[in-house]
């Protein structure tokens, strides 16, 4: 297999053997950039390097450790000429972070913070942040765009909310030339090859895995929060986003940053569609991509849960040129695709979730 050799420049990609990373290092390559991953496989199977080698064509660098450890992130970014860093390693569970929110603040901001000062040690100027829609307040109306009140309501999004502010006073003291924090609201789907996508070992917290894992026959049936909320059909509406789509938004901000370097800023971006469906129709439009009825019940809401988060995506598509392209329908057909592959493998659900 062969090595990278790229017309443009070096991208560090922390957690980049994730969910989200590994869809992002595929892009990356495909635009041109060199990849190196850094990645502590806490949340990630090697296996997946094997098959992103088989998408892309090269052996992707690989740095195993852990980005609280400033030394190897700063060692990394030097040895590899970096130019630019994409941080999405970090830990996304709401429940876990509720349960367990210092393993969180230690982790996301801790980890966030050593990032940071490994890029102001060696002169490496350029960062994407991986941050999320549940930095906003709950309870606003309509969809939300970047200047909506921030006001997180859980550990997790707290600790997106809290490495936003540290990298927007980095960047006004210089440690940082500038940033750009990509607000994730739902990713789901995977890639169209059905090597890499979400298949998580323990039970997954998020709805799309969970009705593939049911579809898969994992699960006798999928669990609705509830269906007494104030929205059309009664249960949560969300942005859902396809994972290739969001991977493309790095790209576009990575893209951005090249393009005006000069400009010291830290800008907010939402990455979503603009669209929101409902459980019900998450469940339903599943079962047309497997060809069968997904059993599913009603039960209690979830404790935290909200009825509606659905982006305002313009400023993505001013500033960034970017706009989702892959359909809620294509989200389920290669979420399916990729369950399908794992049991076709007879591969220990393949751990990919970041
Ligand atoms: C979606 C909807 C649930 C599971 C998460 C995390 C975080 C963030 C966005 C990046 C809700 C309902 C769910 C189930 C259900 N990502 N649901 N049965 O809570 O919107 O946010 O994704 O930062 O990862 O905050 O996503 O997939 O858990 O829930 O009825 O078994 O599905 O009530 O309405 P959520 P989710």
């Known amino acids: 297999m062969k090595m990278i050799v790229p017309e443009r420049q070096w991208v560090l990609a922390t957690g980049g053997a994730g969910y989200i990373g590994s869809h992002v290092v595929v892009e990356l390559v495909a635009a041109g950039f060199g990849v190196v991953i850094l990645d502590n496989f806490e949340n990630a199977s090697p296996d997946v390097l094997t ?16 980005v609280r450890d400033k030394s190897k992130v700063a060692e990394t970014l030097m040895r590899y000429g970096i130019d630019i860093v994409i941080h999405l390693a970090g830990k996304k569970s709401v429940g876990e972070s ?17 990032v940071l000062e490994a890029m102001r040690e060696t002169g490496v100027g350029k960062l994407v942040f991986s ?14 765009d970047e200047n909506a ?30 940033a750009i924090s990509l607000r994730y ?8 090859s059905g090597l890499i996508g979400e298949n998580p070992t323990a039970k997954p917290n998020n709805l799309f895995p969970f009705i593939a894992q049911t ?6 049936k999928v669990l609705i929060f ?23 938004g790095h790209v576009a901000a990575v893209e951005h940053l090249v393009a005006n370097a000069a400009t010291a800023d830290h800008l907010r971006v939402n990455l979503g569609t603009g669209a929101g469906y409902s459980v019900r129709a998450a469940v ?38 970017w706009t989702a392209k892959l359909s809620f329908e294509q989200m389920c057909a290669d979420q399916w695709a990729f369950h399908r592959t794992c049991e076709d493998h007879n591969t220990d659900r393949l751990v990919v979730s970041g």
């Open 149 to 178: 009140p921030v006001g997180p309501s859980n550990p997790y999004g707290r600790t997106k909310a809290m490495l936003e502010e540290i990298i927007t006073d980095t960047v006004a003291s210089r440690g940082l030339t500038r």
């Open 51 to 66: 098959r992103l080698a088989r998408i892309t064509g090269f052996d992707i660098p690989v740095v195993r450790g852990d």
């Open 215 to 220: 579809a898969a026959g994992l699960h006798p």
């Open 131 to 144: 941050s999320s829609a549940t930095v906003y307040k709950a309870g606003g109306a309509g969809t939300l």
């Open 284 to 321: 339903a439009a599943f079962s047309g991509a497997c060809g069968f009825d997904v059993p599913f019940e009603v039960v209690a809401r979830r404790p935290g849960d909200i009825a509606i988060c659905v982006a305002d995506p313009g400023r993505a598509k001013q500033l960034l040129g």
């Open 226 to 248: 509830g269906d007494d909320y104030p929205t059309p059909d009664g249960t949560g509406v969300r942005d859902y986003i396809h994972v290739v789509d969001l991977a493309r």
């Open 185 to 192: 609201f739902n990713p789901a789907g995977a890639h169209h």
């Open 98 to 114: 509720v349960s367990g929110p210092l393993d969180y603040y230690n982790a996301n901001v801790g980890g966030g913070i050593a």
